[in-house]
T-cell receptor, first 115, second 110 residues
Framework: DTGVSQDPRHKITKRGQNVTFRCDPISEHNRLYWYRQTLGQGPEFLTYFQNEAQLEKSRLLSDRFSAERPKGSFSTLEIQRTEQGDSAMYLC?????????????FGSGTRLTVV | EDKVVQSPLSLVVHEGDTVTLNCSYEVTNFRSLLWYKQEKKAPTFLFMLTSSGIEKKSGRLSSILDKKELFSILNITATQTGDSAVYLCAPNTNAGKSTFGDGTTLTVKP
C-alpha cells in the first residue's frame, strides 16, 4: 500500500463548472476525511466517513458540495457550479479508529483553481 | 464551535536554537491532541497526546498536553534548517474528527 492517493493533483476549471475529485485511502483504514486548505490557514473540516457511512458534514459546506464513499473504499468529492471562492487545496486523509490511532495519513491533495 | 489558537503565528530562529510552539483549544468531546508538520505538501503526523503531563519525544522534538488548562506545547531543540515548516495543532474528538489551528510557521536560518 502506497498511502493515500488523490486524483487529480491539479484542476483548473471555469466558474460554474462541476468538478469531481477522487481519494483512495489506505486500504485497512476505516475512516476517511475531506478537508479544504487555503493559503495561511489550517485544514478546514468538510466531511468524514466511517466505512461507507457519512457521519458528519460541516455546516460551512454548501449544498453544492457532495461526497460519497461507495463500498467503504475510495471516496469522491463533487463540487457543483464552482465559484472562485472554492479555489483551495482539497485534502483527503484516512485513519483506523479500530486501533485507537487517530493520527491521520494525508494524501498529497488536489489543488483546485476556479477562473 | 470548536476553537484552536496557535502561537506565535511565525517564528524565525537560527540553527541550534530551541523553540516552543503553543496551542490552546476549546473542543467538545475532546479525546486527544495531534501535532503535524507541513512543508510544501500535505501535513505529516508527529505526535498524538491523550494524557496530561506525559511528555512524548521523538528525537529533538517533544510535546506535552495539559488537559486542565486546555493547552499543549511542542518543543524543538537544536533546530536545523530542515525543521522549517508549518506546525499544526489538531485536537481530536471521540468521533475521530480533528479541528486544525492555523499553524505556526517556523523558519530556521543557517
Amino acid at each position: 500500500d502506497t498511502g493515500v492517493s488523490q486524483d487529480p493533483r491539479h484542476k483548473i476549471t471555469k466558474r460554474g463548472q462541476n468538478v469531481t475529485f477522487r481519494c483512495d485511502p489506505i486500504s485497512e483504514h476505516n475512516r476517511l476525511y475531506w478537508y479544504r486548505q487555503t493559503l495561511g490557514q489550517g485544514p478546514e473540516f468538510l466531511t468524514y466517513f466511517q466505512n461507507e457511512a457519512q457521519l458528519e458534514k460541516s455546516r460551512l459546506l454548501s449544498d453544492r458540495f457532495s461526497a460519497e464513499r461507495p463500498k467503504g473504499s475510495f471516496s469522491t468529492l463533487e463540487i457543483q457550479r464552482t465559484e472562485q471562492g472554492d479555489s483551495a487545496m482539497y485534502l483527503c486523509a484516512s485513519s483506523d479508529s479500530r486501533e485507537g490511532r487517530y493520527g491521520y495519513t494525508f494524501g498529497s491533495g488536489t489543488r483546485l483553481t476556479v477562473v | 464551535e470548536d476553537k484552536v489558537v496557535q502561537s506565535p503565528l511565525s517564528l524565525v530562529v537560527h540553527e541550534g536554537d530551541t523553540v516552543t510552539l503553543n496551542c490552546s483549544y476549546e473542543v467538545t468531546n475532546f479525546r486527544s491532541l495531534l501535532w503535524y508538520k507541513q512543508e510544501k505538501k500535505a501535513p505529516t503526523f508527529l505526535f498524538m497526546l491523550t494524557s496530561s503531563g506525559i511528555e512524548k519525544k521523538s528525537g529533538r522534538l517533544s510535546s506535552i498536553l495539559d488537559k486542565k488548562e486546555l493547552f499543549s506545547i511542542l518543543n524543538i531543540t537544536a533546530t536545523q534548517t530542515g525543521d522549517s515548516a508549518v506546525y499544526l495543532c489538531a485536537p481530536n474528538t471521540n468521533a475521530g474528527k480533528s479541528t486544525f489551528g492555523d499553524g505556526t510557521t517556523l523558519t530556521v536560518k543557517p
